[in-house]
């Protein structure tokens, strides 16, 4: 139900726009939220964004990461810059509705110094 992609390699300092297809729409969610796990660490939640369009960042990202959403697309976003290498990881997408809970397959982000 659920297709990320937008992942890579980037140098230090670059930008990455990870991308989330739904197949659900996406106005009958309750949140839609990107995730990162990084080898050796519990998977953690990087941005939501709710029905009400209320927002929230991990605190190291929460200047460096935009998370959007277009519904008519059914697509979420999350755009990545200034780029550190502690952000590689893979990045996960995840879709909450009233009687659902998807998560993308993942897609990889390598920051190189």
């Known amino acids: 139900q659920l297709q990320a992609s937008g992942g890579g390699l980037v140098q230090v300092g670059g930008s990455l726009r990870l991308s989330c297809t739904a197949s659900?729409?996406?106005?009958?969610?309750?949140?839609t939220a990107w995730y990162r796990q990084v080898t050796g660490k519990e998977r953690e939640q990087v941005a939501v964004?709710?029905?009400?369009?209320?927002?929230k960042y991990e605190d190291s990202l929460k200047e460096r990461c935009t998370i959007s959403r277009d519904n008519t697309k059914k697509m979420v976003y999350l755009q990545m810059d200034n780029l550190k290498p502690e952000d590689t990881g893979v990045y996960f997408c995840?879709?909450?509705?009233?009687?659902?809970?998807?998560w993308g397959q993942g897609t990889q982000v390598t920051v190189s110094s």
């Open positions: 995840r879709i909450v509705g009233g009687s659902y809970d998807y």
């Open positions: 659900e729409d996406l106005n009958n969610y309750v949140l």
């Open positions: 964004i709710t029905s009400s369009d209320s927002i």
